[in-house]
């Protein structure tokens, strides 16, 4: 394959799990990806979303709006134990500091390592030495040091959508050396928040004898690896448009005819452990338990797919929600009041951008996040003139930059809870200046800024290849 486009911008060649294809444009990471594709001849190498029976080493090449896909099928015995297994029982735990619900199985392992084997097979055979390989998150930590061991040199960078935890908590993964190993044997690694930064940079210092350089630059061996503090943006000024769209306004519509003059304080969010959904419906109890002058006159609506239900612990927070959500409002509920609604299923992106606009307060508490799209969404959906109030965790990577935002601890119910009523007590003025302050930054730090901040430290690491 060559590169039909300028001399100047190599070919991208991004890896994924999951691709856009058959969903194109549907997210930004999606449309920021296709952008810089599209312009340089790009491929996108990912998993078709397909599960067979027996493993079929078969790779589908397809186009798509100006992209190339090379979509690799998986086996049910390698999805099990690759996606299922490694990557959202070993990592994602333990990635978000819950050691409690990690499974540590070799067979997982295993299947870990043939998956990144295999794809590292499909990027040696379906690209060149002046294409720029970016491969995204947590499923592909080892596949740099594949294609650098098959003698395959490539320029690799690698983004990480999840936190990076404490040294400490990643030490507990019975393979954390050889995920280090891997992580290094990228030129660029990316995070999200500084404090993964932090943990990142102290880990491959205490463990692996990096030496750090400068601010960015480590050198491991003979390698030099640069870490790049990369939080993701989203379109802001799209998604401020989708917010006034007609679908935004239908589904706006629809909901506020349920609420009458009640306040809506929102939380959206996929069904996970991480997002502290649990500790947040808490919060809104205690709120309604100290304040019974708001009863009747808020309503919290929580829309949460299930994701991932075929995993036990996915199942059980399911089943706790509907638990909790049932006991509040059968203790604070009335003939005419529901307190909480909780809906398990997806919408629209304009639809939810409608949703978002509709709510005095947004409420984004996870326990841990690497960044939390959800809260820089909410405030792209506001009205200028008229905006409501972002209330966020302090352990998403999105507080790192949006200081702005009414800032608690997500365990902390009464802080949860006082928060949802400054947000509702808020003076306008003091709603639109913070407001301005979240929109401007998530307008000069968007999902394009992302992109580029990310491929420019190819820039300076560039003569270390
Ligand atoms: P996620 O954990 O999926 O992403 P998040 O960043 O909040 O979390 O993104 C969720 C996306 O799904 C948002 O765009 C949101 O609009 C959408 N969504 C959520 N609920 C929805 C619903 N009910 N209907 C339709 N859409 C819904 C991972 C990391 C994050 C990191 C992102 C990007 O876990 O920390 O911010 O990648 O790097």
Known sequence: MTNNNSESSPRLVAVSNRT???????????????????????????????????????????????????????????YEGFYLGYANSVLWPVMHNRLDLAVFDSDYFAAYKAINRQFADVVAAQTTQDDLIWVQDYHFFLLAKFLKDAGCNRRTGFFLHIPFPAPEVFR????????????????????????????????????????????????????????????????????????????????????????????????????????????????????????????????????????RSVVEEYAQLRQQLDELSGR??????????????????????????GLYRLARVGLVTPLQDGMNLVA??????????????????????????????LIINPHDRNAVAEAVRTALNMPLAERQRRWRALYDGICRQDINWWREHFLAAFDTAEGQY
């Open 20 to 78: 856009a294809y058959g969903s194109p444009r549907a997210g930004g990471l999606a449309v920021a990806l296709s952008d810089t594709l599209a312009e340089t001849g790009g491929l996108w190498i990912g998993w078709s979303g397909k599960i067979f029976d027996v493993p079929r080493r078969r790779v589908l090449n397809v186009d798509e709006d100006g992209v190339s896909f090379a979509l690799i099928d998986m086996s049910k015995a390698e």
């Open 172 to 307: 507990s993964i019975p393979d954390h050396l050889t995920l280090a190993a891997g992580l290094c044997a990228y030129e660029v690694v990316g995070l999200q928040s500084s404090h993964d930064c932090a943990n990142f940079a102290r880990y491959i210092q205490e463990e692996i004898g990096a030496e750090k350089l400068d601010d960015e630059r480590f050198r491991i061996g003979d390698h030099i690896l640069t870490l790049r503090l990369c939080p993701i943006g989203i379109d802001a000024e799209g998604f401020s448009l989708s917010a006034t769209s007609q679908a935004a306004n239908d589904a706006s519509r629809k909901l506020a005819r349920f609420l009458g003059e009640r306040d809506l304080v929102i939380g959206v969010d996929r069904m996970d452990y991480s997002k502290g959904l649990p500790q947040r419906f808490e919060g809104m109890a205690v709120l309604f338990d100290k304040y019974p002058d708001l009863h009747g006159k808020i309503s919290f609506t929580q829309i949460a797919p299930p994701s």
């Open 328 to 353: 509040i409002n059968g203790d604070y509920g009335d003939l005419d009041w529901i307190p909480i609604r909780y809906l398990a299923r997806g919408y629209e992106r304009d639809e939810l951008a």
């Open 376 to 405: 820089k969404e909410y405030i792209a959906a506001q009205d200028p003139d008229d905006p409501g109030v972002l209330v966020l965790s302090q352990f998403a990577g999105a507080a790192d930059q949006m200081t702005d935002a």
